[in-house]
């Protein structure tokens, strides 16, 4: 297969490199069972017969092949989520578990265990729940713990029990801080085979079709996810995620055969995507330092879940994200006021973003392959 490494770009004036991949236990991925009858062939032009036959209709993957994708969490698991923690009385509170060493994990008076987030900055919070709620637009919620707000109040109920914790956790009281259920016993992911060349770097899903052709079924489903996981990266302008994996082979050629920083996978084989706070406020002031990494991610796939291409382009023709965005946070989240709202600016470059994918889609589908997506598109 021909190599495609990044595109030599200006470097930013000065980089952080991005904290590694915390280190869990790693386990073989289930199967995801037997694969689906081929689909029939049609006419015209498409990505490559083989993927048709085994899992894609022109730059789509096919809907047997969507269908084996494991559930995540769904939209009642949010909604009594949501509902459990802004009533949870808070018993302990302990280090690790959680990522930042700034983090909690606590356990409800029920036994339940959540993840506290506390953010070194606002803009980190705001951005874990502006991400939580573009992935509910986008129709990615399986992928992104249900997440609830509350604020830190020392001698409210809810934090009543663990008054010591609070002080020894140096929290500022009236922070807003994020609970998502704590999840047991995930493993840690790498990038699949087919987005890795010889020599560790990115090249194009597409480019390898004989090695995609001789895929598992398991190893087709982890690719479904992992192309939602690209785009949903790219409009957030997420850096600490496969990003990170990609700034780090200028000094480490081996990278992207370890773990992915932030990128887990749950029991059931779903794909996880934790600690989205780089997303939407911090990533999208420095995206101009980023996107030399997260375009051309972008650009290396050209097969997408139709249903989240249809998100896109109907975000696309309405111009509007924004204000969808903001309603749906509005109407699920109590304590949105609490924090600040996306800016002017960020709301404008949210849709730049889309505007930029949806192209990207609509030239793929040029490309590759004709199915209408029934908006007005060609």
């Known amino acids: 297969c021909r190599r495609s490494a990044l595109p030599r770009q200006r470097d930013p004036a000065t980089t952080t490199p991005p904290r590694g ?33 085994r899992g894609a209709r022109g730059v789509f993957w096919s809907r047997g092949l969507e269908e084996q994708v494991p559930p995540g969490f769904s939209e009642a698991q949010a909604a009594a989520w949501l509902e459990a923690a802004r009533g949870a009385r808070v018993v302990a509170l302990e280090r690790g ?12 008076a029920d036994g339940t265990r959540a993840c506290v987030r506390y953010g070194i900055n606002p803009e980190q919070i705001q951005g874990e729940a502006l991400s939580y709620y573009l992935a509910r ?24 029990q663990v008054q010591e914790e609070l002080r020894a956790a140096h929290w500022t009281e009236g922070s807003v801080v994020s609970l998502t259920r704590w999840l047991p016993n995930l493993t840690d992911v790498v990038v699949p085979a087919p987005w890795r060349s010889e ?22 489903v982890d690719l479904v996810q992992w192309t939602d996981l690209i785009l949903f990266d790219y409009l957030t302008a997420n850096f600490d995620r496969l990003v990170s994996n990609l700034f780090s082979l200028q000094w480490d050629p081996r990278v992207m055969q370890r773990a992915t920083s932030n990128l887990h996978r749950g029991p059931g084989g779903a794909l996880v995507f934790l600690d989205n706070e780089a997303g939407l406020v911090h990533g999208y002031r420095v995206a101009g330092m980023w996107d030399k990494y997260n375009e051309p991610l972008l650009q290396s ?42 800016a002017d600016p960020h709301a404008q470059l949210l849709q730049r973003r889309l505007d930029f994918l949806a192209k990207h889609i609509l030239h793929c589908k040029a490309k590759y392959g004709r199915r209408d997506l029934g908006l007005g598109y060609g």
Do not use: I, M
Not at 140 to 157: D, I, K, M, T, Y
Not at 311 to 323: N, P, S, T, Y
């Open 21 to 53: 991949p915390r280190a869990r236990p790693s386990r073989q991925a289930p199967d995801s069972g037997s694969a689906p009858p081929p689909p029939t062939p049609r006419r015209g032009r498409s990505q490559s017969g083989f993927l048709q036959r």
């Open 97 to 108: 578990g959680c990522g930042r060493s700034s983090n909690r994990l606590a356990r409800f």
């Open 137 to 160: 637009l986008l129709g990615l919620q399986r992928h992104v713990p249900p997440l609830a707000l509350a604020r830190v109040e020392a001698r409210g109920a809810q934090w009543a």
């Open 199 to 220: 020599d560790g770097r990115l090249r194009p899903l597409p480019g390898c079709r004989g090695e995609l052709a001789n895929l598992s079924q398991a190893e087709l």
């Open 301 to 342: 796939v050209c097969v997408f879940r139709e249903r989240t291409a249809r998100r896109v382009l109907e975000l696309h023709r309405g111009q509007d994200a924004a204000a969808r965005l903001l309603r749906l946070y509005r109407r699920h989240e109590p304590r949105f006021p609490e924090l600040a709202a996306l």
